[in-house]
């Protein structure tokens, strides 16, 4: 009877990767531009739990303080060929990928053809752009025709925008899970609904988005699920691993409803893993290049956090990380190519535990600790 918890916080990097030039990423640094920029950016609760401890791992620094107390900390590197949402969380379920998801400016006839054939829609759109900035440009249009907004971005994404008013939630979903079924055959890593609502020059995304993701190979997650090990997914997690490997799923709508979903499945969860993705850094803040508000998520989790220790037991595992990063300083709209915290509390373990090189150590932590076979990708902290 053991649990553990592992929160990831989406985006949340801490310095650029060795091969971050090769993204055009070279200098970022979500967490280290963050303070750079609001030197009044106080997370207590992080950096006693390692936090930049981590970054300072992740910059080569000489000197790497040290918090003292009852975590461990890590900086850890990805080896997988990409930045995006579903490349880090599988990596970090222990699932590197050997290649990268396709990515598009544009769809090909082959993908759109078929879409609006199995469908029976029309698309507006086709070509790469922020998603509030295509709602700008093409909101007007979408809501005077009917026809949905087609788009990508940088990552693996194919996504659908239609107003909650002009297309109806459920109408929305049937059009992406035939957009789904097409995009398997083209190696897209995920196809999102990206519902909105508002008026004209106001249109803002609501919270009712959905992923539909590739579905992967054998994770960690499929390990545990099989030995009867309970593995329940808060927030998008069942939507990145296509529920593979999920025994019951709790979507939130916020990062506030994502941490009180987190609490209330830790007080009545014995024994399982809780796998939990808080989305806000990323969605709201780092691709909006929002830095006062990614700063202001931070301290909300922070905070948070601190009323959470207490609830860690003795014998508990608890894993915070993140997937990718999403510098809300550097230019464009995309993810940045990052190295990622890992902050660890299990019995027995503290202190510096220098450079991952993979994410799949997570994997392999959860795997020695459930006391499953050794995971064949990663090593474990334990």
Not at 348 to 354: E, K, R, S, V, W
């Amino acid at each position: 009877m053991k649990r553990a918890l592992l929160i990831v916080l989406d985006s949340v990097g801490i310095g650029h990767a060795p091969d971050a030039a090769t993204f055009g990423d070279e200098g970022a640094d979500t967490i280290g531009h963050i303070r750079g920029r609001l030197t009044d950016l106080d997370l207590p609760h992080l950096d006693a739990a390692g936090l930049s401890a981590a970054w300072a791992i992740a910059a080569g620094a000489n000197a790497i303080p040290d918090p003292g107390g009852d975590w461990a900390w890590a900086a850890m590197r990805e080896i997988s060929p990409g930045k995006d949402t579903t490349t880090g969380h599988w990596e970090i379920a222990g699932l590197p990928l050997d290649e990268p998801f396709a990515t598009f400016e544009r769809f090909p006839p082959e993908i759109v053809g078929a879409l609006e054939k199995a469908s029976g829609v029309s698309f507006l759109g086709n070509y790469a752009q922020s998603g509030t900035v295509i709602l700008a440009e093409l909101g007007d249009e979408h809501v005077r025709t009917g026809q949905p907004i087609l788009y990508t971005s940088a990552d693996s994404v194919l996504q659908i925008a239609a107003h909650e008013d002009v297309v109806p939630l459920d109408d929305l979903y049937r059009i992406c899970r035939i957009a789904r079924k097409i995009a398997d055959d083209h190696r897209i890593g995920r196809v999102i609904a990206r519902p909105f609502t508002g008026t004209s020059g106001r249109y803002q995304r609501t919270a009712n988005r959905r992923d539909f993701s590739l579905v992967p190979a054998r994770t960690v997650l499929d390990a545990l699920t099989e030995r009867g090990v309970p593995v329940i997914g808060v927030g998008k997690i069942s939507d990145i691993f296509a529920g593979k490997g999920i025994s019951l799923s709790c979507p939130t709508h916020s990062n506030l409803e994502g941490m009180d979903r987190i609490a209330d499945c830790w007080e009545e969860t014995e024994n399982g893993l809780i796998f939990a993705n808080l989305v806000d850094f990323d969605m709201l803040y780092g691709h909006r290049r929002d830095i006062v508000g990614y700063a202001n998520a931070l301290r909300e989790f922070d905070d948070w956090l601190g009323r959470f220790f207490g609830e860690i037991g003795v014998d508990d595992l608890v894993l915070i990380t993140a997937d990718h990063g999403n510098d809300p300083t550097w230019t464009g709209t995309d993810h940045t190519r990052e190295c990622v915290p890992l902050l660890a509390r299990a019995p027995g373990l503290a202190g510096n535990l220098g450079v991952r090189r993979s994410f799949a150590d997570v994997a392999a932590t959860l795997a020695d600790w459930f006391g499953l076979e050794a995971w064949p990708r990663g090593k474990s902290l334990l």
